[in-house]
């Protein structure tokens, strides 16, 4: 099947601390992956992406790199910030569809 | 500036009641989709459309439909027949399959019924 599992949340963090949100995705093809930011009542955004293995995409500080053969994708930020409290998703692109994880919500507490 | 744009923010329907969410984009995208959100569940998709005047079913399509006569415009309609229609709802767009796809979301409806 084509599913995106991510780690579920919700996750609290100090100001400053490191973050790893676990995301893994069924091996059927070379899919583009994503992860996506939703802020509170807002639409989602893309924060990075990575369309081969071994790529790495990045943006504001956070990191993701497409492993081919653990079919991961996680993201990592060294310092968080109180305001990258919100939802992030990780999605797969494959057949003309994005399929995306169940969301994992940050707070970061300053 | 270019983008995507839902309307309205907020809906109350009242049950038994058909109602329209807009969704328009002036990306000049191919590909358009509509998600439903729910706490907890994550995006689960309704409709997709890849081409003007074609749409197919998503994992959730029954009691929604949908048109597709403009290749700016995706409206969803949510009809009697969707048994627990309030959710946030997410329409985006992507340009054609490649290395550059992503998916561009607007900014949501949140519909509730009372």
């Known amino acids: 099947g084509n599913s995106v599992t991510q780690m579920e949340g919700p996750v609290t963090l100090s100001e400053e601390a490191f973050l790893t949100i676990n995301c893994t995705y069924t091996?059927?093809?070379?899919?583009?992956l994503f992860w996506y930011v939703q802020y509170p009542g807002e639409g989602l955004q893309l924060l990075l992406k990575a369309t081969k293995a071994d790529d790495k995409g990045s943006n504001k500080g956070f990191e993701a790199t497409y492993r081919k053969e653990t079919t991961s994708f996680h993201l990592e930020k060294g310092s968080v910030q109180v305001s990258d409290s919100a939802v992030y998703f990780c999605?797969?692109?494959?057949?003309?569809?994005?399929?995306f994880g169940t969301g994992t919500s940050l707070t970061v507490i300053p | 500036d270019g983008g995507i744009t839902q309307s309205p923010k907020y809906l109350f329907r009242k049950e038994g009641q058909n109602v329209t969410l807009s969704c328009e984009q002036n990306?000049?995208?191919?590909?358009m989709y509509w998600y439903r959100q729910d706490p907890g569940q994550g995006l689960r998709l309704i409709y997709y459309s890849q081409i003007v005047n074609d749409f197919q079913k998503g994992d959730i399509a029954e009691g929604y439909s949908v048109s597709r006569e403009k290749k700016e415009s995706f409206p969803l309609t949510v009809t009697s027949a969707q048994k627990n229609p309030t959710a946030f709802y997410l329409c985006?767009?992507?340009?054609?399959?490649?290395?550059?796809?992503?998916?561009?979301f607007g900014q949501g409806t949140r519909l509730t019924v009372v």
């Open positions: 999605a797969r692109y494959t057949g003309n569809q994005f399929y």
């Open positions: 990306l000049n995208h191919d590909a």
């Open positions: 985006a767009s992507s340009p054609p399959t490649g290395m550059n796809t992503e998916a561009f």
């Open positions: 091996a059927t093809g070379y899919p583009s």
